[in-house]
T-cell receptor, first 111, second 113 residues
Framework: KQEVTQIPAALSVPEGENLVLNCSFT??????LQWFRQDPGKGLTSLLL?????REQTSGRLNASLDKSSGRSTLYIAASQPGDSATYLC??????????FGEGTQLTVNP | EAGVAQSPRYKIIEKRQSVAFWCNPI?????LYWYQQILGQGPKLLIQ????????DSQLPKDRFSAERLKGVDSTLKIQPAKLEDSAVYLC???????????FGEGSRLTVL
């Protein structure tokens, strides 16, 4: 059974700082890994999807990397802004097409 | 393009009562998911449909939860009777294919008193 862990559970940084969120998973036989953003009281917004054959994906100030062999992914946010404050969740897709989520990292970017 | 629509957004009921949530996925998306998200936790898959067939319902508490997707479009999730521990946000998601990017609705927040 896949288990996904996210560290840290919460992070508070000053505006402009570069930061890294971590995600680890126990079953490396994944189809893909996705990073989502969740604002309070809202649903999830897909940020990046990395296929199992890929090493990284970039979108604007976001860069996600994937190391299947070690069961790790990182989400790098450059030049953080207060609008980046949200909970970030990673999820892996394995055989059977089930997304398994971590518990998220709650990010606060202070002006 | 319209997103995933869910209703109601909020529902408060007493334990042992019943409740139903509705989801309309993005047009053309064959795969539909219901997730349960308890406060402070990541979403947990309850059931996955491919068109109107069930792909995975292994984590659905079938003694009290039921879901259907008639005609392979809209879906309804029902809880009867509700327990206190069912208080959560129920998220519906859809995707074009059985794997790939998921699109989520804004969720239905259930409070059981």
């Amino acid at each position: 059974k896949q288990e996904v862990t996210q560290i840290p559970a919460a992070l508070s940084v000053p505006e402009g700082e570069n930061l890294v969120l971590n995600c680890s998973f126990t079953d490396s036989a994944i189809y893909n890994l996705q990073w989502f953003r969740q604002d309070p009281g809202k649903g999830l917004t897909s940020l990046l999807l990395i296929q199992s054959s890929q090493r990284e994906q970039t979108s604007g100030r976001l860069n996600a990397s994937l190391d299947k062999s070690s069961g790790r992914s990182t989400l790098y946010i450059a030049a953080s802004q207060p609008g980046d404050s949200a909970t970030y969740l990673c999820a892996t897709e394995t055989s059977g097409s089930r997304l398994t989520f971590g518990e998220g990292t709650q990010l606060t970017v202070n002006p | 393009e319209a997103g995933v629509a869910q209703s109601p957004r909020y529902k408060i009921i007493e334990k042992r009562q019943s409740v139903a949530f509705w989801c309309n996925p993005i047009s053309g998306h064959a795969t539909l998911y219901w997730y349960q998200q308890i406060l402070g936790q990541g979403p947990k898959l309850l059931i996955q449909f491919q068109n109107n067939g069930v792909v995975d319902d292994s984590q659905l508490p079938k003694d009290r939860f039921s879901a259907e997707r008639l005609k392979g479009v809209d879906s309804t999730l029902k809880i009867q009777p509700a327990k206190l521990e069912d208080s959560a946000v129920y998220l519906c998601a859809s995707s074009f294919a059985i794997t790939g990017e998921l699109f989520f609705g804004e969720g239905s927040r259930l409070t059981v008193l």
